[in-house]
Antibody
Framework: EVQLVESGGGLVKPGGSLRLSCAASGFTFTKAWMSWVRQAPGKGLEWVGRIKSESDGGTADYAAPVKGRFTISRDDSKNTVYVQMNSLKTEDTAVYYC?????????WGQGTLVIVSS | DIVMTQSPDFLAVSLGERATINCKSSQSLLYSSNNKNYFAWYQQKPGQSPKLLIYWASTRDSGVPDRFSGSGSGTDFTLTISSLQAEDVAVYYCQQYYSTLITFGQGTRLEIK
């Protein structure tokens, strides 16, 4: 069974940083492309970014609102994907979901809540 | 970025009746080399994470009931629930994965009339 477990959310002040983690199991992580999708309170889904498998180059792409502030990385030895979030803004407040799939989000984690507030 | 626009924003349908949700993309999602539409539908029930329903515009994911069907090509797509059940109350999202920069529709809230 595919499992994605996010962690690392919490309350942070504007301008601060936070690193989220997503531990994966139940599939071949080394071959998987991994994404982050967020959902602001009461709002819709917003794609944050994606990292390819190492065999496909291991590069990451980002949505415009987070480009230059967020960095997605992966540790295949730990079956874990990360998102380092810097220069956080109040509009980054959301539940952050980890997903797996080349474009389609085949599976989703339960999400971790990030609140950016002074 | 490719803009995805769903209609309606809110839909109320009686139990057992048909529900139809539409999604329009700002550019074609049909990749000519493989004749596939890079388009998906997701369901998010209250308090839960989203779940994949349909991909390649019309392929149901494993375990999705056959009352859910997807149709359309190019820029216009439809999700149809043939006979609405109480457990189908949810917000439904369309998504394009044609572009490197993935985008979702704004969501359609489906409730029981």
């Amino acid at each position: 069974e595919v499992q994605l477990v996010e962690s690392g959310g919490g309350l942070v002040k504007p301008g601060g940083s936070l690193r989220l983690s997503c531990a994966a199991s139940g599939f071949t992580f080394t071959k998987a492309w991994m994404s982050w999708v967020r959902q602001a309170p009461g709002k819709g889904l917003e794609w944050v970014g994606r990292i390819k498998s190492e065999s496909d180059g291991g590069t990451a792409d980002y949505a415009a609102p987070v480009k230059g502030r967020f960095t997605i990385s992966r540790d295949d030895s730990k079956n874990t994907v990360y998102v380092q979030m810097n220069s956080l803004k109040t509009e980054d407040t959301a539940v952050y979901y980890c997903t797996t799939g080349p474009g389609i989000a085949l599976a989703w984690g339960q999400g971790t809540l990030v609140i950016v507030s002074s | 970025d490719i803009v995805m626009t769903q209609s309606p924003d809110f839909l109320a349908v009686s139990l057992g009746e048909r529900a139809t949700i539409n999604c329009k993309s700002s550019q074609s999602l049909l990749y000519s080399s493989n004749n596939k539409n890079y388009f998906a539908w997701y369901q998010q029930k209250p308090g839960q994470s989203p779940k994949l329903l349909i991909y390649w515009a019309s392929t149901r994911d494993s375990g999705v009931p056959d009352r859910f069907s997807g149709s359309g090509s190019g820029t216009d797509f439809t999700l149809t629930i043939s006979s609405l059940q109480a457990e189908d109350v949810a917000v439904y999202y369309c998504q394009q994965y044609y572009s490197t920069l993935i985008t979702f529709g704004q969501g359609t809230r489906l409730e029981i009339k």
